[in-house]
């Protein structure tokens, strides 16, 4: 790898972790779909429930950085997700204009069964890696995204 490359040309796809990680994740996405389809749910769904399942009671734009979606796709999703009894909203407490996302029995129901596939995928992802690389990755990565976050969590 070229320790200053002048463009990505030079650096190569290979080796540039933006694409790495776009490609790994677009791969872990994908294996999902079928039983994403399943429940009749979209990727932004899924990680809207993932979110709302370790962190429930958010406000609609925490949960969108979560998430990591655009607020106006996140609306959206979360309009099916109320349409399907997965989630609830309702205006925050102490901002009247902002709402907080919490998920209902049944979208608890639906992260389980989508959960073993969740996990099932990301394993698969870490063949062959040890656990000392995976734990340093983990710790590379969340240095990386307090490097460029933009919120305080």
Avoid: C
């Avoid at 009671?57 to 996140?74: C, G, H, K, N, P």
């Avoid at 919490?102 to 969740?118: E, F, N, S, Y």
């Amino acid at each position: 790898m070229t320790s200053d490359p002048e463009n990505l040309s030079a650096l190569g796809l290979e080796n540039y972790v933006p694409y790495l990680m776009n490609r790994i994740m677009g791969r872990y996405n994908s294996a999902l779909s079928t039983e994403i389809s399943a429940l009749g749910l979209s990727t932004p769904k899924l990680r809207a429930l993932a979110v709302l399942s370790v962190q429930d009671d958010l406000l609609i734009r925490e949960l969108a950085v979560y998430a990591v979606i655009e607020q106006s796709t996140l609306s959206r999703a979360l309009d099916g997700l109320e349409q399907d009894g997965l989630v609830q909203r309702a205006p925050d407490k102490s901002d009247g204009r902002a709402f907080r996302v919490k998920l209902t029995q049944a979208g608890h129901d639906a992260h389980a069964r989508l959960w073993p596939h969740m996990m099932q995928a990301s394993e698969a992802m870490f063949t062959g890696i040890s656990k000392a690389e995976r734990e340093a990755l983990t710790v590379t990565l969340q240095k990386m995204l307090r490097n460029i976050r933009k919120h305080d969590f």
